[in-house]
C-alpha cells in the first residue's frame, strides 16, 4: 500500500510569490495534519482536517491557510512567501481519533530567496 | 516555559550504552504521547506510543509520569544504527487535535 505522498519534493520560491503544496493520506484515512520544520527544530502543528472540515490550527499568520477535499487530500497555501517560510512542511495522516498514530509523507522542502 | 521540552543533545554514546531521555510537557491536560524517530532530512516514523502503564518492544522502553507531566525513552544495548534524532510528541489536550513535538533529542552511537 502507499504511504502519505506529498508533491513536490522540492520548490523553490521567491518573497511575495503563492506556494501550493499538495498531500494524498494514506488510503481508508480521513484525517490530515500539516507542520513545518525548520533546520534544527522539531516539526510545528499548522492545521488538522478531517472529514474536509478544519480540527485544529497552530499558531500561523493568515498567509497559511489549506483545504481538505472529498478524496481526502489536502493543500496547504501559503500566501506572501517571507524568508522565514522556508522549512520543510510535513503532511501527516491518521484514521482521525486523537489518539490515532500519525503517519508522515517525506516531506516538500521550500526554498525562499 | 515550552510547551514540551527536550535537551537537544548530541547524546554522544558507545555501541552497546543504555541511554535515557526525558520530555517534559506543560499541559497537564495531554491524553496522549508518542516517541518518533527522525533520520537526518527524511520524515519522522513513529517508533511507540507511550501508555500509562509503560510499554516496551525489544531494546526501548517507554514511560509515562502524569504527575511529574514527563515522559522518558530509554533504549538498551544501543546499535550504532540508532543513532537519529529522537522526537517526543504530545496531543496537546482532549478538546483539540493539536499535536506538539518538542525540539528533538540527538543521539550518536559511536563504534
Known amino acids: 500500500d502507499a504511504g502519505v505522498t506529498q508533491s513536490p519534493t522540492h520548490l523553490i520560491k521567491t518573497r511575495g510569490q503563492h506556494v501550493t503544496l499538495r498531500c494524498s493520506p494514506i488510503?481508508?484515512?480521513?484525517?490530515v495534519s500539516w507542520y513545518q520544520q525548520v533546520l534544527g527544530q522539531g516539526p510545528q502543528f499548522i492545521f488538522q482536517?478531517?472529514?474536509?472540515?478544519?480540527?485544529g490550527r497552530g499558531n500561523f499568520p493568515d498567509r497559511f491557510s489549506a483545504r481538505q477535499f472529498p478524496n481526502y487530500s489536502s493543500e496547504l497555501n501559503v500566501n506572501a512567501l517571507l524568508l522565514g517560510d522556508s522549512a520543510l512542511y510535513l503532511c501527516?495522516?491518521?484514521?482521525?481519533?486523537?489518539?490515532?498514530?500519525?503517519?508522515f509523507g517525506a516531506g516538500t522542502r521550500l526554498s525562499v530567496l | 516555559r515550552k510547551e514540551v521540552e527536550q535537551d537537544p543533545g548530541p547524546f554522544n554514546v558507545p555501541e552497546g550504552a543504555t541511554v535515557a531521555f526525558n520530555c517534559t510537557y506543560s499541559?497537564?491536560?495531554?491524553?496522549?504521547f508518542f516517541w518518533y524517530r527522525q533520520d537526518c532530512r527524511k520524515e519522522p516514523k513513529l517508533l511507540m506510543s507511550?501508555?500509562?502503564s509503560g510499554n516496551e518492544d525489544g531494546r526501548f522502553t517507554a514511560q509515562l509520569n502524569r504527575a511529574s507531566q514527563y515522559i522518558s525513552l530509554l533504549i538498551r544495548d544501543s546499535k550504532l544504527s540508532d543513532s537519529a534524532t529522537y522526537l517526543c510528541?504530545?496531543?496537546?489536550?482532549?478538546?483539540?487535535?493539536?499535536?506538539?513535538f518538542g525540539t528533538g533529542t540527538r543521539l550518536k552511537v559511536l563504534a
Open positions: 501527516a495522516s491518521s484514521l482521525g481519533s486523537q489518539k490515532d498514530i500519525q503517519y
Open positions: 488510503s481508508g484515512h480521513k484525517s
Open positions: 482536517y478531517y472529514e474536509k472540515e478544519e480540527r
Open positions: 499541559n497537564s491536560a495531554s491524553q496522549s
Open positions: 507511550v501508555y500509562s
Open positions: 510528541v504530545v496531543n496537546w489536550d482532549s478538546g483539540t487535535y493539536k499535536y506538539i
